[in-house]
Structures are given as C-alpha cells and as structure tokens.
C-alpha cells in the first residue's frame, strides 16, 4: 500500500466581471435589435436551447419567450444539440427539462423532432440540414454560449454558429459535417454552412452568453444575422480571456470528480486540462502539463453519457457502470472522435486507484506526488492540491489557502467523498 501525499484546499481568485439581471440583459439586447421591425404579430419564432450546462440558460431561454410575447407573435423552443440524448427527439427534450427548460417554467411549447429540411448543398457538395420545425417556422433565433472548442483552434470555435450547423442540423447535419471537416477544417465548413443557413433559414437574431471563470453569466450580447461572425469572433476572445484555469502548470496526478456532457461537450474541457492536441499526452509547449487523469464518476445531468472517458488513463468502474454504451457510442461517431469512449483502466476504490497511479508519476516519491483533486472542469474556483504545492500557494495573491494539510479523507471503503 502507498503511503499517500497529504492535501489541502485552495481559493481561486478569477476576475469577477458577472450579470445580477439576466433576464434585463437579454430583454435590452433584444430590444436593441429592434425585433418589431421584422417579427409581426401572429408569426412564429422557433428559439434553439443547447445540450450543454449554461448557467442560467432556463432564465435566459424564458427572457427570450417573454421578448417575443411581447412583439405579439409565436415563440416555440427546438432542441438544437446534434446527436445528444441518444439521437432521438424524446431523449433531447429530456435533456433540456434537466436544465429547467420546460414549458410550464419558459411559457411556450417544447417542439423537439429529429426530422430535418435539406436547404440546399454547400459549395463543397455536401447537403445543408436543419431542424424540420424551426425551418417552416417565420423566424428562427439562436442561443448558445460562446466558448473554445475542445478539438477545434480557429477565431469562430464553439458559439453561435456552431449551434446554427451541428446543433441545428439534427443528428443527420452533425454526422455529414464532421464528416466534411474531415477534408477541409472546422473553420471552412462552419463558415460556409453558416453562410447557407443565414440565407436560406430565417435567422432573425443570435444571443451570445459568455461565462466567466467562476461558470456565472458575465456577457449577453444579441447579433444581427449579418454581423455573427464578427461578434462571435470578439466574444469568443473574451471567453478565452474570462476561461478558468488550473492554478499550477505541472501536474502528476488530476482527479475528477464527475465528467459530462452538460460541463463540456468532450466530458471533461480540454482547454482546462491541456489536452486539446493530443489524446493521453500533453504537447510540450502546453500548459498545463499533466501526466495522468482520472475520473471518478459521470454527472447525472450527462445521462449515461460517458463521451470525454476516454481522455482518462483511470477512472472508477462506476463510471463505466453508469455508461450507456449506445448513446455515448452514438455521440462520438456523429463527431468522429471515437477515442473519447474508449475505456480506461478502472477501478472499485480511489485508494485501489491510486496505488496504481502514484507508483508511475516519475522519480518522486508517492508522498511528493503533485495532486490536484476537482469536482469538474467547469468547477475549479476551489480544489484540493497535494502538500507539495504549499509553500508556492501561499506565496501567490490569486491563491487563498483555506485550510490545513490533512490526510485524504478515505472512507472504510478505501473511497473519497462523492463530490468535492
């Protein structure tokens, strides 16, 4: 048996810049773009509503209804997250009543179908899906939370625009044009799809949201469909610069409390973890360095998802128990990246875990490990870190230590408590 390195909990201290009013910032983007000039009364307006966990996205989506009650016409909201929930139409509107978007609290109807409108064919030969209800709708807003993407670098990653192709296309879009991303790249397609759906699709208007470090909504900014992409492209520097980060560059050991696909759409950020240009490895130029990672559980908010464990070298047998093989199956296919369900080594107990774990982090002794301990990649305003880092936390302004070194808190069971 190991002889385990000691923790303690530290305090983060991001920049702090959030919305107290969600509801009056979305009301004033909206009427900023002067809406009433092209919805009138009695026409219908389909709002799209995301797969992942957007800090009050149930207040946002409500804020949008309410906006178009009040111009006198229809608002309808449509799953819009490609293949999640299993690929099927109840499973997507389930996963949004997990998020509090239900009819009775947003005060219009849920229309969630996997039916698609082939518009047209992009340039690069391929067909152009979208969401059957929204397109025979007379106008189509879309919402989502602009972000970096897991996989892909670019100026336009995870936003607007993405939610207007792989979330909007339906399970069918998703899976042709991570396809066609294959033989061009992300930025080309999702700006040529982009440009068909705008034209051909009714959009009316974008709500960006951006979160801060502490996961609160911090931006709400409304986009004419003419300028996505530029805004898209400022908002998304401000999600990079607002993005929460590990307090230390090099780790030995990262233990996850829970991974899924309401925290990020690869289970675990790899923005966060520093893992987005390789699988099981980090590049040399990345920060941070970690040499193993393993998760202990999947959110329930994820629904049997796993995608994102295989991104793991260790993980609970829990979390493979919890695993609905189809759904996670189906999620990577659609986006081509069948390594994020491959399985890693599993385990009963943490402590069976870090026997295995502590031996292999190199030429320091267990007790030295560098160890840091989330609850998840969207969570890491509190941690525990591992004794070697004491002396450095406390020498650090953005860092408050705020307890004592203690022993991990095992249990009889040789498990750590469920969350952090």
Known sequence: MCVYPRIFRVRQKFDDPHLDDIAGAVENELTRLRLSNVILAGQSVAISAGSRGITNINFVTRAIVDHIRQLGAEPFIVPAMGSHGGGTAEGQQRILESYGVTEEFCGCPIRSSMDTQVVCHAAEGFPVHFDALAFA????????RVKPHTTFVGDIESGLMKMMLIGLGKHAGARIYHRAIRDFTFGQIVRSVAREVIARCSIVAGL????NSYGETCRIQAVAPGELELREK????LAKQWMPRLPFDSVDILLIDEIGKNISGSGLDVNVVGRKDRCHQTAADTIPGIKMIAVRDLSVQTHG??????????CRSRAIDKMNAD???????????PAEAMLP???????????????????????????LWIRNTKSIAELECSAVYREQAHERDDLEVISELRDLPFDNNGNLPDRL
């Open 327 to 337: 759904m996670t199956r189906i999620n990577v296919q659609t986006g081509g990246y």
């Open 137 to 144: 709708a007379d106008h189509v807003i879309v919402c989502n």
């Open 234 to 237: 400022e908002l998304l520097q």
């Open 208 to 211: 960006g949201i951006v979160e």
């Open 305 to 314: 998802s796993a995608v994102g464990i295989g991104l793991a070298e260790f």
């Open 345 to 371: 080594l599993d385990y009963r107990t943490d402590r069976e875990m870090l026997d295995v774990m502590l031996p292999q982090i190199g030429l320091a002794a267990p007790p030295d490990a560098r160890l």
